[in-house]
């Protein structure tokens, strides 16, 4: 099984990612490094890799023509039947290689596997701040900042399919309508049919009321006693 990472100027993230695949419970039979960068940093540190690494590791130095370019220049130069294709700036996990291996070991049927990609950072719970930087070159093409948050629990989002049972519940206890998105065009004539429901204001004075009386009673009493306690007059 070949791997082939595709990279331009990330020599720390791509040595990360090497290390996390040389680390893994299954380890390919070549790696195919495709090199699109404009400086020597890369390929020094392949260098570095290769010469302390049994897997043996194809390095390719290729003009900046984009990344499908660059997967294209790695099929071809594998050696192998089956190429797994990761970024530079991922790490695999350690079982990645022996899951994809197992798939197409189980399912003769199998052209392509595909598995999730997560976001980076620590297991424990709690919020997070993320920041990215996009560069080409040593030219910053922009900065952003985001917070996620990781682990715990949320009942909110525990079972998050579409209740349409309870929505139309909500909608008629509340003398409302429960509108499919479909129907979402016809919602202003709806409203515009809808007869208004002008009720009558009703008035009440809350001087008659008994327990408008007791509270004014108790707030006054509750008054003079501070003031006797604080020696105030």
Do not use: K
């Not at 020094?44 to 049994?54: E, K, L, N």
């Not at 130095?61 to 370019?69: C, D, E, F, K, N």
């Not at 715990?152 to 209740?163: K, S, V």
């Not at 004075?205 to 604080?230: C, G, K, N, Q, Y």
């Amino acid at each position: 099984m070949t791997v082939a990472i595709s990279t331009m100027e990330r020599p720390s993230a791509l040595a990360r990612c090497i290390g996390a695949l040389l680390d893994g419970d299954t380890l390919p039979a070549e790696l195919v490094i495709i090199d699109q960068s404009t400086d020597d940093a890369t390929e020094r540190i392949i260098g570095q890799v290769a010469s302390s690494s049994a897997v043996h590791i194809v390095y390719v130095r290729q003009p900046r023509l984009g990344l499908a370019a660059s997967r294209n220049a790695a099929i071809a130069a594998s050696t192998r039947p089956i190429v797994t294709f990761t970024d530079d700036d991922c790490v695999p996990d350690s079982d990645w290689l022996t899951a994809i291996s197992s798939t197409f070991e189980t399912d003769q049927n199998a052209d392509v596997v595909t598995g999730r990609i997560l976001p980076l950072g620590p297991e424990q719970p709690g919020l997070y701040r993320i920041h990215a930087e996009a560069r080409r070159g040593t030219t910053m093409l922009g900065t952003a900042d985001r917070w996620m948050y990781v682990g715990g629990a949320d009942r909110e989002f525990a079972d998050p399919r579409l209740n349409e049972g309870f929505l139309r519940r909500v909608a008629r206890n509340s003398g409302g309508r429960y509108v499919r998105a479909a129907e979402a065009p016809r919602v202003l004539s709806w409203l515009q049919a809808t007869v208004p429901q002008n009720a009558a204001p009703e008035r009440r004075d809350l001087w008659h009321e008994p327990w408008a009386f007791a509270l004014l009673v108790l707030l006054l009493s509750a008054e003079w006693i501070l003031r006797r306690r604080w020696g105030l007059r």
